[in-house]
């Protein structure tokens, strides 16, 4: 079981959008709408911030969208402000009561 | 405000054994599936098990299937994860984490807890 893939880093300047990419196969991303995201600061714990695919838990500000094609997901994060700096993670439904996680993307805000 | 706190970790020979318990509260925990997730330090998210809401059914990722078995009081609202036969790699905060999923379909990690860590050395 091999983590999905999304790039290690990736970085914007405040007001400007950013977007990080999930790469999995048919068997996890491209299989299922079960696609979610999560945002960890350093020593905290993750938070969700888009379900199944596209959906924002309430609290979660809308210059966070998401979306997917074919066995890719991406998060798009627009207007960055300072707090967004984190580290992002994917995470896919695998089948089997299982799931994946990608390798994390650290966002800095220049 | 729904809670997880997570207890029992800290520093385990190789070969070792471990018990690591979750306590809920604040939410009807028998009524969903939790999940451990572990994050070894520097690393990113990887999950471990899962199990179903009335304990039933138990999920493994391959790289723990065996050493590793997850199970769960709801009479105590209580989760746990013993593992056993424990190596460096197992180092790492161990996460529990709540299920989501709601007659919509809605599956996804909504309440995670703060994490206890594990060291495997010597």
């Known amino acids: 079981q091999s983590a999905l893939t999304q790039p290690r880093s990736v970085s914007g300047s405040p007001g400007q959008s950013v977007t990080i990419s999930c790469t999995g196969t048919?068997?996890?991303?491209?299989?299922?709408?079960?696609v979610s995201w999560y945002q960890q600061h350093p020593g905290k714990a993750p938070k969700v911030i888009i379900f199944d695919v596209t959906e924002r838990p309430s609290g979660v500000p809308d210059r966070f969208s998401a979306s997917k094609s074919g066995n890719t997901a991406s998060l798009t994060i627009s207007g960055l402000q300072a707090e967004d700096e984190a580290d992002y993670y994917c995470?896919?439904?695998?089948?089997?009561?299982?799931?994946?996680f990608g390798g994390g993307t650290k966002l800095t805000v220049l | 405000e729904e809670q997880l706190l997570e207890s029992g970790g800290g520093l385990v020979q190789p070969g070792g054994s471990l018990r690591l318990s979750c306590a809920a509260s604040?939410?009807?925990?028998?009524?969903?599936?939790m999940s451990w997730v572990r994050q070894a330090p520097g690393k990113g998210l990887e999950w471990v098990s899962g199990i179903s809401a009335g304990g039933a059914d138990t999920y493994y990722a391959d790289s723990v299937k065996g050493p590793f078995t997850i199970s769960r009081d709801n009479s105590k609202n209580t989760l746990y994860l013993q593992m056993s036969s424990l190596s460096g790699e197992d180092t790492a905060v161990y996460y529990c984490?709540?299920?989501?999923?709601?007659?919509?379909?809605?599956?996804?990690?909504?309440?995670w807890g703060r994490g206890t860590l594990v060291t495997v050395s010597s």
């Open positions: 048919s068997s996890n991303v491209g299989g299922y709408n079960y």
């Open positions: 995470c896919s439904y695998a089948g089997a009561y299982t799931w994946m």
């Open positions: 604040r939410f009807s925990f028998s009524t969903y599936g």
């Open positions: 984490v709540k299920n989501y999923y709601d007659s919509q379909g809605h599956w996804y990690f909504d309440l």
